[in-house]
């Protein structure tokens, strides 16, 4: 049984950073993951994905302030995020095993964490 977990969330003032972390339980038989966004009243939206091969797709809005990463073993995917604002505040989840590989910055994955909040005041 796949299992995808989040941590790493919390609260931070304007300009400050967090390091999300999703743990992978479970085999999964395409290990391209993503990590989605949504905000209250918003669709959930792409932020950033990496295939495979370790190439990384970021959404136009990280503009340089995200990176996203995976250990070695592909079991745990973390989501470095610096110089955060109130519009990044949303539930983070982790995503694994997409549709297609066209699917990477689109919510069709096949796994699902259950989120974690980020909350950003000015």
Not at 1 to 6: A, D, G, I, S, T
Request: one cysteine or more.
């Amino acid at each position: 049984q796949v299992q995808l977990m989040e941590s790493g969330g919390g609260s931070v003032q304007d300009g400050g950073s967090l390091r999300l972390s999703c743990s992978v339980s479970g085999n999964i038989y395409s290990k391209s993951m993503a990590w989605f966004r949504q905000a209250p009243r918003r669709e959930r939206e792409a932020v950033a994905s990496i295939d495979n091969d370790g190439n990384r797709n970021y959404a136009e809005f990280v503009k340089g302030r995200f990176t996203i990463s995976q250990d070695n073993a592909k079991k745990t995917l973390f989501l470095q995020m610096f110089n955060l604002e109130p519009e990044d505040t949303a539930v983070y989840y982790c995503a694994a095993g997409p549709h297609s590989e066209y699917d990477l910055m689109r919510p069709r994955y096949t796994y699902w964490g259950q989120g974690t909040q980020v909350t950003v005041s000015s």
